[in-house]
Nanobody, 120 residues
């Protein structure tokens, strides 16, 4: 199973970006999918996550600015980021809880990370 993240880049404060992360490979089902971020010198932190039925959780710092969504048919999770601030600058990682075969236990997979830089 591979998770491929894309959509990062350089944006001015107040701008927007949309991240995507697609899971591929031998997949029976995908459970919770999420986005985390890690800034230099900081621990990796949860940004948002979404269950297979669409229930969402957000970090307090991004509530009202970021929106997580998913396309179950494409095993893809998105993160729409609006009103970006310099403190949002970090490497953003996606993850997914994947069941590779029916009746098999699920495992957590991570994407490679995509850099988001918010600067004027």
């Amino acid at each position: 199973v591979q998770l491929q993240a894309s959509g990062g880049g350089l944006v001015q404060p107040g701008g927007s970006l949309r991240l995507s992360c697609a899971a591929s490979g031998s997949i029976f089902s995908v459970g919770v999918m999420g986005w985390y971020r890690q800034a230099p010198g900081n621990q990796r932190e949860l940004v948002a996550r979404i269950t297979s039925d669409g229930s969402t959780t957000y970090a307090t710092s991004v509530k009202g600015r970021f929106t997580i969504s998913r396309d179950n048919a494409k095993n893809t999770v998105y993160l729409e980021m609006n009103s970006l601030k310099p403190e949002d600058t970090a490497v953003y990682y996606c993850n997914a809880d994947v069941q590779r075969r029916r009746f098999a236990p699920s495992a957590l997979y991570w994407g490679q990370g995509t850099q988001v830089t918010v600067s004027s």
